[in-house]
């Protein structure tokens, strides 16, 4: 029985509840109807009791009405915001936003608006939206004040801000304030109280406030010059920091296509013109591990980069090995043919993923961790690209390890020094290179894996790599990987530093020119081996 | 003097490729244009401007095989003087257009007028002029060829970093020749030309003289090589060819003579490029790509750099080879025979196909010649002075 009771009671509140959310939006309906009865002063009433209501859903209504687009259909003397479409209007719903009907501009009667009433709506706008309970709505209304600079806004600001119990929002409250104060006609003092804090806002668009003023006499304009040129100085910071991170993400790009080409051209010697084509069967991985995963286990998709690294290590390290084996190691101690002989391989490649996969544009997906982005300053910083830098130093910092720490890495070093005494202490000097070549292959298809991420996954990706890639270990300093490091950041930087003064490609012009220069001033780069051995 | 340096180099080989290349001149064209089509000597008009275009490509392998066959400068970047010296033709080209452009401007190309460009920029004075854009042919790819050597030889650059280096070279001209603002043309290059000395371009007569003279500048290219190489200078290139660093301690400047042989090279293939733009009615960036100038060392390579007549030949086999592949059902598998090139003429044949049948020539005789009991003829490294472990089977 009591059950019963509860289950009656329940429904019985429930249908209350619905029935009055109803009740409520009937009343918004009646309340903005009610600005089509009587003059302006019967308008001005209504505008007040729909402020009154505090419920954001007005807005849209008010704001209408101050640009004079809300209408009262004259069949039913319903209220709807209009907008001209060709010679009829399209009436469209206040509060749901839908559009409800279609009719000749006979039919419908303007509310008219004047001066007095303008002012009300800003008030009642004010109220709804900087006094808003919801901090993101106050937020985007001072971030409005602030664009607009209306200087009717600043009474109402003013008592917004009294209010204001969040800091951030408070200080985005002064600034629109300010921005308002620019624009009125209150005294200097005011004015240059304003500019001062404006100044504390960095960024374009207060530049954009306040240069216009610098025009002005007086006190307002030696203030606004001031600030403009205090702003100036901070956004040149901003700016160099925002060459030099897209010049580490740049550089970080160019090192992890170098560093395996560090390996084999800088360690062993070998002119590897295939190494391009590792990097991009190291992104090909990645495209068919995503397939596999897409669609045989789509909840492995955020660890897909994951499986892919250790896979193309492999794939790119064995397509190396078998190069090596096949072709390279007939030819040592000839560079020259060994360029020509990788470069048929590179062809050869290219035209085998073109033959299987299709000429286009690979889809490779971007996990979620690694997509978005999040700002320091004025510095925007994206994941994907935080995310390459960071593994481009893990890789390097690994091979580093590994070549210092490993009893491989010290055979490796062994067989580069002095091949012949390598031998003779008993290390299999032909298993060593082969071993060495695979390294820096997979370590190519490593990088793939994270190229993959941001460039195309074409069978040219590897082409548009292996110029600089050479220009990076080349100007480092072939044998040293230190130099490798430095030389991929040093270009990157310089590349973007040029970027803005000489555009993209002259830019790219300038530092292989640089390059040529350097080659003829250090031509054994920039951390040169020293010793006899490099002088064979 | 000059005289017998010409006759120095005047040998029976010489004479017979020469031979060949002047007869080709005069019975290719006329049998192109005196013959009808029901005859079994025709060559059709279409094939003019194609073998033309092979005879170009022979005399830019020809300056790449002088300076890596007998330099051993591995130029990845000559590429670059062919498409100067190209580019050089195709402004007088341009400028012979005039009125007859899309726009009709008398004196603007229409790529300018297109770009609202209001007056023709330095670099295209004088251009109209067919002596001056002849001088510019061979003086653009020289001085860029110059300036480039100068720096390079004095600081001692050399094998693979100057490889890679010239790679670089014709990177960045091809990234400027692709901006618009550089003033030739931008991405779509120069193209639609009309005429060239007051000739149709188009017409049968005009093709046959731009392959008579396509072949007679590769005969006498091949001329001035086979005499350099054969007068005392030629000994020296080889020799810094085969131990650099001795043959500076013997007293010679190497760097100087490096340089001559550079720039030579240079306007060889600037000239060849010249020679290339009106047969085949464009130039564009695409021609400074680096794989372009790698291709045309495999060219080098399939017809064996240790010989003058082995660059022409492989350029005209592997072009011959990869039109034929690339018109038919074959065409996908073109870069797979091209990439097996590679790796396969570096691999099992090192001299190229010339110097192996020369090889194979030489010895044979040899053996008629003695049958006595030298049975291994003198091991001469033609391979420079990196030596290496596979030791092929010897020339000369």
């Given at each position: 029985?009591?059950?019963?009771?509860?289950?009656?009671?329940?429904?019985?509140l429930a249908?209350?509840?619905?029935?009055?959310?109803?009740?409520?939006?009937?009343?918004?309906?009646?309340?903005?109807?009610?600005?089509?009865?009587?003059?302006?002063?019967?308008?001005?009433?209504?505008?007040?009791?729909?402020?009154?209501?505090?419920?954001?859903?007005?807005?849209?209504?008010?704001?209408?009405?101050?640009?004079?687009?809300?209408?009262?259909?004259?069949?039913?003397?319903?209220?709807?915001?209009?907008?001209?479409?060709?010679?009829?209007?399209?009436?469209?719903?206040?509060?749901?936003?839908?559009?409800?009907d279609?009719?000749?501009?006979?039919?419908?009667?303007?509310?008219?608006?004047?001066?007095?009433?303008?002012?009300?709506?800003?008030?009642?706008?004010?109220?709804l939206?900087?006094?808003?309970?919801?901090?993101?709505?106050?937020?985007?209304?001072?971030?409005?004040?602030?664009?607009?600079?209306?200087?009717?806004?600043?009474?109402?600001?003013?008592?917004?801000?009294?209010?204001?119990?969040?800091?951030?929002?408070?200080?985005?409250?002064?600034?629109?304030?300010?921005?308002?104060?620019?624009?009125?006609?209150?005294?200097?003092?005011?004015?240059?109280?304003?500019?001062?804090?404006?100044?504390?806002?960095?960024?374009?668009?207060?530049?954009?406030?306040?240069?216009?003023?610098?025009?002005v006499?007086?006190?307002?304009?030696?203030?606004?010059?001031?600030?403009?040129?205090?702003?100036?100085?901070?956004?040149?910071?901003?700016?160099?920091?925002?060459?030099?991170?897209?010049?580490?993400?740049?550089?970080?790009?160019?090192?992890l296509?170098?560093?395996?080409?560090a390996?084999?051209?800088?360690?062993?010697?070998?002119?590897?013109?295939?190494?391009?084509?590792?990097?991009?069967?190291?992104?090909?991985?990645?495209?068919?591990?995503?397939?596999?995963?897409?669609?045989?286990?789509?909840?492995?998709f955020?660890?897909?980069?994951?499986?892919?690294?250790?896979?193309?290590?492999?794939?790119?390290?064995?397509?190396?090995?078998?190069?090596?084996?096949?072709?390279?190691?007939?030819?040592?101690?000839r560079?020259?043919?060994?360029?020509?002989?990788?470069?048929?391989?590179?062809?050869?490649?290219q035209?085998?993923?073109?033959?299987?996969?299709?000429?286009?544009?690979?889809?490779?997906?971007?996990?979620?961790?690694?997509?978005?982005s999040?700002?320091?300053?004025?510095?925007?910083?994206t994941?994907?690209?935080?995310?390459?830098?960071?593994f481009?130093?893990?890789?390097?910092?690994?091979?580093?390890?590994?070549?210092?720490?490993t009893?491989?890495?010290?055979?490796?070093?062994?067989?580069?020094?002095?091949?012949?005494?390598?031998?003779?202490?008993?290390?299999?000097?032909?298993?060593?290179?082969?071993?060495?070549?695979?390294?820096?292959?997979?370590?190519?298809?490593?990088?793939?894996?994270?190229?993959?991420?941001?460039?195309n996954?074409?069978p040219?990706?590897?082409?548009?790599?292996?110029?600089?890639?050479?220009?990076?270990?080349?100007?480092?300093?072939?044998?040293?990987?230190?130099?490798?490091?430095?030389?991929?950041?040093?270009?990157?930087?310089?590349?973007?530093?040029?970027?803005?003064?000489?555009?993209?490609?002259?830019?790219?012009?300038?530092?292989?020119?640089?390059?040529?220069?350097?080659?003829?001033?250090?031509?054994?780069?920039?951390?040169?081996?020293?010793?006899?051995?490099?002088?064979? | 003097?000059?005289?017998s340096?010409?006759?120095?180099?005047f040998?029976?080989?010489?004479?017979?490729?020469?031979?060949?290349?002047?007869?080709?001149a005069?019975?290719?064209?006329?049998?192109?244009?005196?013959?009808?089509p029901?005859?079994?000597?025709?060559?059709?008009?279409?094939?003019?401007?194609?073998?033309?275009?092979?005879?170009?490509?022979?005399?830019?392998?020809?300056?790449?095989?002088?300076?890596?066959?007998?330099?051993?400068?591995?130029?990845?970047?000559?590429?670059?003087?062919?498409?100067?010296?190209?580019?050089?033709?195709g402004?007088?080209?341009?400028?012979?257009?005039?009125?007859?452009?899309?726009?009709?401007?008398?004196v603007?190309?229409?790529?300018?007028?297109?770009?609202?460009?209001?007056?023709?920029?330095?670099?295209?004075?004088g251009?109209?002029s067919?002596?001056?854009?002849?001088?510019?042919?061979?003086?653009?790819?020289?001085?860029?060829?110059?300036?480039?050597?100068?720096?390079?030889?004095?600081?001692?650059?050399?094998?693979?970093?100057?490889?890679?280096?010239?790679?670089?070279?014709?990177?960045?001209?091809?990234?400027g020749?692709?901006?618009?603002?550089?003033?030739?043309?931008?991405?779509?290059g120069l193209?639609?030309?009309?005429?060239i000395?007051?000739?149709?371009?188009?017409?049968?007569?005009?093709?046959?003289?731009?392959?008579?003279?396509?072949?007679?500048?590769?005969?006498?290219?091949?001329?001035?090589?086979?005499?350099?190489?054969?007068?005392?200078?030629?000994?020296?290139?080889?020799?810094?060819?085969?131990?650099?660093?001795?043959?500076?301690?013997?007293?010679?400047?190497?760097?100087?003579?490096?340089?001559?042989?550079?720039v030579?090279?240079?306007?060889?293939a600037?000239?060849?490029?010249?020679?290339?733009?009106?047969?085949?009615?464009?130039?564009?960036?695409?021609?400074?790509?680096?794989a372009?100038?790698?291709?045309?060392?495999?060219?080098?390579?399939?017809?064996?750099?240790?010989?003058l007549?082995?660059?022409?030949?492989?350029?005209?086999?592997?072009?011959?080879?990869?039109?034929?592949?690339?018109?038919?059902?074959?065409?996908?598998?073109?870069?797979?025979?091209?990439?097996?090139?590679?790796?396969?003429?570096?691999?099992?044949?090192?001299?190229?196909?010339?110097?192996?049948?020369g090889?194979?020539?030489?010895?044979?005789?040899?053996?008629?010649?003695?049958a006595?009991?030298?049975?291994?003829?003198?091991?001469?490294?033609?391979?420079?002075?990196?030596?290496?472990?596979?030791?092929?089977?010897?020339?000369?």
């Open positions: 029985m009591r059950i019963l009771i509860q289950v009656v009671l329940a429904t019985v249908l209350a509840a619905i029935s009055g959310a109803k009740a409520q939006d009937a009343d918004l309906r009646d309340l903005i109807n009610g600005l089509a009865v009587g003059g302006y002063s019967e308008t001005e009433e209504q505008i007040a009791a729909l402020a009154a209501t505090g419920d954001p859903a007005v807005v849209p209504v008010l704001e209408a009405l101050a640009e004079g687009d809300v209408y009262a259909r004259k069949s039913d003397r319903m209220v709807f915001i209009a907008e001209k479409v060709g010679s009829t209007y399209t009436l469209t719903d206040p509060l749901t936003g839908e559009t409800v279609e009719v000749a501009s006979g039919a419908i009667d303007k509310i008219k608006v004047n001066n007095r009433l303008r002012r009300a709506i800003r008030t009642a706008l004010g109220a939206t900087l006094m808003s309970p919801d901090a993101g709505t106050r937020r985007a209304a001072a971030e409005a004040i602030f664009q607009s600079g209306d200087p009717d806004a600043i009474e109402l600001i003013d008592a917004a801000i009294e209010q204001e119990q969040n800091p951030s929002i408070a200080k985005l409250m002064r600034e629109a304030r300010a921005a308002a104060v620019l624009n009125s006609d209150l005294s200097d003092e005011e004015k240059v109280a304003a500019i001062e804090v404006i100044k504390t806002r960095s960024g374009r668009d207060s530049l954009s406030l306040l240069i216009p003023l610098t025009e006499e007086g006190p307002v304009g030696a203030a606004a010059t001031a600030a403009v040129s205090a702003i100036e100085g901070e956004l040149a910071m901003w700016d160099a920091a925002q060459n030099v991170w897209y010049g580490l993400s740049l550089g970080s790009v160019l090192l296509a170098a560093i395996g080409l390996i084999t051209f800088g360690v062993m010697g070998v002119i590897n013109m295939a190494h391009g084509e590792m990097v991009m069967i190291g992104a090909y991985t990645t495209f068919v591990v995503q397939e596999i995963i897409r669609s045989n286990a789509p909840w492995l955020d660890s897909s980069l994951f499986i892919a690294i250790p896979l193309a290590f492999l794939v790119a390290g064995a397509v190396g090995v078998a190069i090596e084996r096949g072709v390279i190691r007939f030819l040592y101690g560079p020259l043919e060994t360029l020509l002989a990788t470069w048929g391989i590179s062809l050869i490649l035209q085998a993923v073109r033959t299987i996969f299709g000429p286009t544009n690979q889809q490779v997906g971007t996990p979620s961790w690694m997509s978005g999040f700002e320091i300053g004025l510095l925007q910083i994941y994907n690209r935080l995310a390459i830098i960071v481009a130093l893990i890789v390097f910092f690994l091979l580093m390890a590994f070549l210092k720490r009893p491989f890495g010290l055979q490796m070093r062994a067989v580069t020094q002095n091949r012949q005494m390598a031998s003779a202490m008993g290390i299999r000097t032909p298993w060593v290179d082969a071993m060495t070549f695979g390294l820096g292959s997979g370590i190519a298809g490593m990088a793939g894996v994270a190229l993959s991420q941001i460039d996954v074409s040219n990706l590897g082409q548009s790599y292996i110029i600089d890639s050479f220009m990076v270990v080349v100007f480092g300093g072939v044998g040293n990987l230190w130099g490798t490091l430095v030389g991929a950041f040093t270009l990157g930087i310089a590349n973007k530093f040029l970027e803005p003064y000489a555009g993209a490609v002259l830019g790219k012009i300038l530092v292989l020119v640089f390059i040529i220069l350097f080659i003829q001033k250090r031509p054994r780069g920039l951390f040169a081996l020293r010793g006899r051995a490099i002088e064979a | 003097m000059i005289g340096f010409i006759r120095n180099g040998d029976r080989s010489a004479f017979f490729v020469i031979l060949v290349l002047v007869a080709a005069f019975v290719v064209p006329a049998l192109a244009l005196y013959t009808t029901a005859s079994p000597f025709h060559i059709p008009g279409y094939a003019i401007p194609l073998m033309g275009k092979y005879l170009t490509y022979g005399l830019l392998a020809l300056s790449v095989g002088l300076i890596w066959g007998y330099c051993g400068i591995l130029s990845l970047g000559h590429g670059a003087f062919f498409a100067l010296g190209g580019y050089a033709m402004m007088y080209l341009m400028r012979q257009i005039g009125t007859r452009g899309v726009y009709g401007d008398p603007l190309p229409d790529f300018m007028v297109f770009l609202n460009w209001d007056e023709l920029p330095v670099a295209w004075y251009f109209q067919f002596p001056y854009a002849m001088l510019m042919v061979v003086l653009a790819p020289g001085i860029l060829a110059f300036v480039f050597g100068w720096f390079a030889f004095r600081s001692r650059v050399t094998g693979v970093y100057l490889s890679i280096i010239t790679q670089a070279m014709t990177f960045a001209l091809m990234l020749f692709f901006r618009n603002n550089l003033g030739f043309g931008g991405n779509n193209t639609d030309f009309k005429d000395l007051g000739f149709n371009i188009q017409a049968p007569e005009t093709r046959a003289a731009l392959f008579a003279a396509s072949a007679l500048a590769l005969a006498l290219a091949y001329l001035i090589c086979k005499s350099i190489i054969s007068s005392r200078f030629g000994k020296v290139i080889v020799a810094i060819r085969d131990a650099e660093s001795r043959t500076r301690f013997l007293g010679y400047r190497v760097e100087n003579y490096k340089l001559v042989v550079w030579l090279s240079a306007c060889m600037g000239i060849a490029g010249a020679l290339y733009v009106p047969q085949v009615g464009i130039i564009n960036p695409g021609e400074f790509e680096p372009n100038s790698i291709e045309v060392v495999i060219w080098v390579a399939v017809g064996g750099r240790g010989l007549v082995g660059p022409i030949v492989g350029a005209i086999v592997v072009n011959f080879a990869k039109s034929w592949f690339t018109t038919g059902a074959l065409a996908p598998y073109w870069l797979f025979a091209l990439g097996g090139l590679f790796v396969g003429v570096t691999l099992f044949l090192p001299k190229g196909i010339m110097g192996t049948l090889g194979g020539w030489t010895a044979l005789k040899q053996r008629r010649a003695s006595a009991a030298e049975a291994g003829v003198s091991v001469t490294d033609t391979d420079g002075p990196d030596g290496g472990r596979l030791k092929t089977e010897p020339a000369e």
